[in-house]
Structures are given as structure tokens and as C-alpha cells.
């Protein structure tokens, strides 16, 4: 199963900031839309970093409330892994769990064409198996 088939069903709309915005402004983004990361991006649309919830987390817990005036930038993450469409699902898991991390942008020609968090996986994988399950039920009803 493909990233594609995920991203059908959940959309392809990415929360962009761009990096000069605070951490302030990117935990009221993140509060807001009832999400976890963003992806830092400049003007042009092309991806500079991720800021997620724990970034801000660690940002506040090392430098305390004065962190949330500090830009996105100081604290994204740079190198940012990412998934192709048509990568399978599990390919992207694997990568979640290699780094740890649980919010994957999908690129499509360089550009940004959705995200995946595991939060979709698991719901993903959670209604693919409720619907094996049915089958298996009616066919063995069937027989
Ligand atoms: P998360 O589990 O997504 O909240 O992120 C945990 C840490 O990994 C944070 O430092 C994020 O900036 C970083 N991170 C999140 N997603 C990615 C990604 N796709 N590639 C690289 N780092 C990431």
C-alpha cells in the first residue's frame, strides 16, 4: 500500500511557517489546527526544516519561556526526511521509527505534495484491517 492511497483519504493540504515566524506563533498554528509539526518553508514553497511539539518543548525546557520569541528557525530540525508517493506505507513507518520522529512531508517533483503523521498510519492500518476482518467474516459465512 502506497503513501498515495493515504493521502486520498486524508488530503494533501501541509501547514507551512516560514522560519522568521516564533515559536510562540507556530504553537498557537499547531493548537489551532490540532496538529504536530509544521514544515518550515521560505516564500517559494521549497522546505527548509520541521518544526514539530517537541522541538518547542525542548526550545522551552532548556531556555524557558523566553524560547517562544526565538524564530523557527533556530529551532527546526534541517535535515528533513521525506516520502515519494508512491513509496509503501510501510517504507515510510520504518523511516518514523529509524528516526524517531513521527511526521513525514511528501514531495512530488521537489515540491511539497502532503504529509503523513503516524497518527494517519494508524488509522490507516486500523480501518484496513477492520475491512479484512469483514470480509473474512462473509466469506466464512459463505462457505
Ligand atoms: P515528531 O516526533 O514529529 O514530533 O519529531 C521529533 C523530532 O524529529 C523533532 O526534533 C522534529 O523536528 C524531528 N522531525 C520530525 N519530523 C521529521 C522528519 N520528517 N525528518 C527529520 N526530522 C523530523
Redesign the pocket.
Given at each position: 500500500m502506497t503513501v498515495a492511497r493515504i493521502l486520498a483519504t486524508k488530503g494533501r493540504e501541509v501547514l507551512t511557517a516560514q522560519p522568521h515566524r516564533t515559536l510562540k506563533e507556530v504553537a498557537e498554528i499547531l493548537a489551532a489546527r490540532g496538529i504536530?509539526?509544521v514544515v518550515i518553508a521560505d516564500v517559494q514553497g521549497s522546505v527548509l526544516?520541521?518544526?514539530?511539539?517537541?522541538?518547542i518543548v525542548?526550545a522551552v525546557g532548556r531556555r524557558g519561556a523566553k524560547a517562544l520569541d526565538d524564530a523557527a528557525s533556530m529551532h527546526?530540525?534541517t535535515?528533513?526526511?521525506?516520502a515519494s508517493e508512491d513509496e509503501t506505507v510501510l517504507a515510510t513507518v520504518e523511516?518514523m521509527n529509524a528516526?524517531?520522529?513521527?511526521?513525514?512531508?511528501v514531495l512530488k517533483d521537489g515540491r511539497l505534495a502532503g504529509i503523513v503523521?503516524i497518527g494517519d498510519v494508524v488509522k490507516y492500518r486500523l480501518a484496513e484491517m477492520e475491512h479484512e476482518q469483514s470480509a473474512l467474516r462473509e466469506y466464512i459465512a459463505a462457505v
Open positions: 504536530g509539526a526544516g520541521i518544526l514539530s511539539e517537541r522541538d525542548r527546526m530540525t535535515q528533513v526526511v521525506t523511516k528516526g524517531r520522529f513521527r511526521h513525514v512531508p503523521s
